[in-house]
């Protein structure tokens, strides 16, 4: 079974650092791309920052400058290094990606991972 898997959230103070990591598994034939969303309570998910094949990530107005997102294509992984965050940071963040199981396959389905989360607080 396809599976995305995150780590690297916890506590941090503002103007702090994280590094956030997000593993695809399973049977995969292509992932056409991977990128992390975040909800906070009480708002709705939203984009943070997204890695598409062949395009220059595209981030969020709000992280642009402080996030960078990176991908290791032969380890089916993404990352997210997050610099100078502030307290509007706090999320539950999710890893997503656009898989495609097999070649024949007509679309890429959309994964998501469980959540890992950032606390920004002194």
């Known amino acids: 079974q396809v599976q995305l898997v995150e780590s690297g959230g916890g506590l941090v103070q503002p103007g702090g650092s994280l590094r956030l990591s997000c593993a695809a598994s399973?049977?995969?034939?292509?992932?056409?791309?991977m990128g992390w969303y975040r909800q906070a309570p009480g708002k709705q998910r939203e984009l943070v920052a997204t890695?598409?094949?062949?395009?220059?990530?595209t981030y969020a107005d709000s992280v642009k400058g402080r996030f960078t997102l990176s991908r290791d294509v032969a380890k089916n992984m993404v990352y997210l290094q997050m610099n100078s965050l502030k307290p509007e940071d706090t999320a539950v963040y999710y890893c997503?990606?656009?898989?495609?199981?097999?070649?024949?396959?007509?679309?890429?389905?959309?994964?998501w991972g469980q959540g890992t989360q950032v606390t920004v607080s002194s």
């Open positions: 399973g049977s995969i034939f292509s992932i056409r791309a």
């Open positions: 997503n990606a656009q898989m495609k199981k097999y070649y024949s396959s007509t679309y890429y389905d959309d994964y």
């Open positions: 890695g598409t094949s062949g395009r220059n990530p």
